[in-house]
């Protein structure tokens, strides 16, 4: 199992797969203010933000490890996109647990939190892509070195 437990990709689509649901309860939240979807909201951004150190360095790792830190347009934009992420995500947490009724007020901070954590969509979809980009092209690599 050691030859085939690959933690970067397991990692990247934990966190990219919760962002998604994540802001999915977001605009389950908005019409009636409903705190249950709200909570939720809450608790997958949390573990978002403990997940994505753990894909960022384990990217880091094979990117080291199989492409000898090669510094490709790819994943040079990998790179800077998970730091925007963290980022993002590491402020909407810090907006969430500092201000707990954040959802339930409308101002600026309210529409602040709802935008950093839409933004996290397209940040996502990007890294995604390159990544597809990568996989794809490794695949194709060892399928032209088996013929």
Known sequence: MKETFFLHPIAAHFSNGLIPVAVLYLMLTLPEGDQFFEHTVEHLIIVVLFAIPVSFFSGIHDWTANYKR??????????????????????TVAIRLSVPEVMYHN???????IVLLFATLPVVTLLGHYGGKLAGAAK????????
């Open 140 to 147: 194709m690599a060892a399928a032209r070195r088996k013929k």
């Open 107 to 113: 101002d600026w901070l309210h529409w602040v939190y």
């Open 70 to 91: 090669a510094k490709t347009p790819i994943f040079m934009k990998k790179i800077r996109l998970s730091i925007v992420l963290f980022v993002l995500v590491l402020s």
